[in-house]
């Protein structure tokens, strides 16, 4: 699992011309699932704790402007993309692989529940948290903010 973390201005993703998704400040977050990942991941550890990192990431400006408070002490939405690319393999070649990413219907049921999860932390889920499309062609915009952009995976939280 692989999370890429924005902190955004603002945020909208569109299919076919339409607006299926938009945030104004939050965090705008690329959600992608490893050919490792299967049905049991959100019963497992890691997805708990790449949950609540993202959640609880002190990224925002507290009164001092200094990054110091969560997504959920500033009061910011979520706008959450499903990126099968953040699996790309460019070692060889010009074009990339995607041989490691999860298989579409296990990842389209993992993307599923983590939208679910993050709704279920967030005061007001229904307008608190947008997302895209899963295996549609989307316009994702945003105003990166700082910038800012984290990356999370899972095997940044496994113990050697």
């Known amino acids: 699992m692989?999370?890429?973390i924005q902190r955004a201005k603002q945020g909208?993703?569109?299919?076919?011309?339409?607006?299926?998704?938009?945030?104004?400040?939050g965090l705008v977050v690329l959600v992608g699932f490893g050919q490792h990942d299967d049905e049991t991941l959100p019963s497992r550890k890691i997805w708990q704790t790449l949950l609540s990192k993202m959640?609880?990431?002190?990224?925002?400006?507290d009164s001092a402007g200094k990054m110091n408070l969560s997504l959920l002490?500033?009061?910011g939405k979520v706008l959450l993309i499903?990126?099968?690319?953040?699996?790309?393999?460019?070692?060889?070649?010009?074009?990339?692989?995607?041989t490691d990413a999860c298989p579409p219907q296990t990842a389209e049921q993992l993307f599923g529940r983590f939208v679910q999860d993050v709704r279920s932390?967030?005061?007001?889920p229904d307008t608190d948290v947008q997302?895209?499309?899963f295996g549609a062609e989307m316009d994702v915009s945003l105003t990166n903010w700082g910038p800012v952009t984290i990356s999370l995976t899972d095997t940044d939280f496994v113990k050697p």
């Open 2 to 4: 692989k999370l890429l």
């Open 12 to 25: 909208q993703v569109s299919v076919d011309n339409a607006v299926i998704g938009k945030i104004d400040t």
């Open 121 to 124: 932390a967030m005061p007001q």
């Open 82 to 98: 499903p990126q099968f690319t953040l699996y790309a393999d460019a070692r060889k070649g010009r074009r990339p692989s995607f």
């Open 55 to 61: 959640l609880e990431l002190r990224i925002f400006p």
């Open 131 to 133: 997302c895209g499309r």
């Open 73 to 75: 002490e500033y009061g």
